[in-house]
């Protein structure tokens, strides 16, 4: 007869209480989350220093597959860290001014 396996309970999210997270906490967790990776980093200088959209020169400019670089491009703009404008058949990118902006209040603030 087979025993019967034991589960771990699911934790609470958020957890009850006065202490739950604030709207900041998870601004600041969404956001935090397109930056983690090495080449979102790599992004989002270089998308600072031109200050103006960039289409498919970010592909030549890091080491990694174009498949890869728009995986990290969508996770940045679904975070509002980027912006994605459509030119015809291209996708021009350039930072969000105001999701840079909160980005960097939040973190000054912990």
Do not use: F, N
Not at 34 to 50: F, G, M, Q, Y
Request: net charge positive; hydrophobic share 40%.
């Amino acid at each position: 007869m087979p025993t019967a396996r034991k589960t771990r309970p699911q934790c609470e999210y958020p957890p009850p209480g006065p202490r739950a997270p604030g709207a900041d906490d998870s601004c600041l967790a969404d956001l935090s989350w397109a930056v983690p990776h090495p080449i979102r980093v790599r992004i989002l200088r270089l998308l600072i220093e031109k200050d103006a959209c960039v289409c498919g020169q970010l592909v030549e400019m890091l080491p990694v597959a174009q498949s890869t670089v728009s995986q990290h491009l969508k996770i940045m703009k679904d975070a509002g860290l980027i912006r994605g404008d459509v030119d015809g058949p291209k996708v021009c990118y350039c930072v969000d001014p105001v999701g840079l902006t909160r980005l960097k209040k939040l973190i000054a603030g912990l």
